[in-house]
């Protein structure tokens, strides 16, 4: 119930829920099985119950069905790089944090990662239907704001600084999630 609790407090009360955010000594294993695996099956799994029920006919002329026996692999993509970008990003946090003032805490920076990351995690439920892809972009403004609050709260980044750290830092995650996919792709893994 905690957890349902936590989550509901990061979108009606986000300021007050990263300060206890920030006092609580969360350990990497209760972040783990408590928010990480668990919120990344939301969205493959909608994924994929969506694909098979919405997707169902190949059309090699609009380019965006996926084929039937590569919806699974789909599902498992999204699933790894769900849980990969968390554990990518909390590693950028750490990186960067030194040159604001901040201390490199792993897990202070998988917090912010994790718990910032809810909204769009949350959001990958309505992938049942894949027009409701929309629902995702307003999860990300919500997503953004709360990195803003919580570098600010839990990795102590000043006021002034908290927006290029987060511009910084995702610019970073979105560099390397392509390199790591255009790798992967040509490994033939994806």
């Keep these: 119930m905690a957890y349902v609790r936590r989550i509901v407090s990061l979108f009606m009360r986000p300021d007050e829920e990263w300060e206890a955010i920030a006092r609580e000594p969360l350990g990497l294993d209760s972040m783990i099985r408590g928010y990480i695996v668990p919120l990344s099956f939301?969205?493959?799994?909608?994924?994929?119950?969506?694909?098979?029920?919405?997707?169902?006919?190949?059309?090699?002329?609009?380019?965006?069905?996926?084929?039937?026996?590569?919806?699974?692999?789909?599902?498992?993509?999204?699933?790894?790089?769900?849980?990969?970008?968390?554990?990518?990003?909390?590693?950028?946090?750490?990186?960067?944090?030194?040159?604001?003032?901040?201390?490199?805490?792993?897990?202070?920076?998988?917090?912010?990662?994790t718990f910032g990351a809810i909204p769009v995690l949350l959001a990958g439920a309505t992938l049942l239907i894949p027009a409701m892809v929309v629902v995702s972009a307003v999860a990300l403004c919500h997503t953004l704001y709360l990195y803003w609050l919580g570098v600010g709260r839990v990795l102590a980044v000043s006021a002034g600084a908290k927006s290029e750290f987060v511009g910084i830092s995702l610019t970073l995650l979105g560099g390397l999630s392509t390199i790591v996919g255009a790798m992967a792709s040509s490994l033939g893994m994806f």
């Design 42 to 113: 939301i969205a493959p799994t909608a994924t994929v119950i969506g694909m098979k029920a919405f997707d169902a006919s190949w059309d090699p002329v609009a380019g965006y069905l996926v084929p039937p026996d590569q919806i699974f692999a789909a599902g498992a993509t999204t699933l790894f790089g769900s849980i990969v970008s968390i554990f990518l990003l909390a590693a950028i946090f750490k990186l960067i944090a030194p040159m604001y003032g901040s201390s490199r805490s792993y897990v202070a920076a998988l917090k912010v990662a």
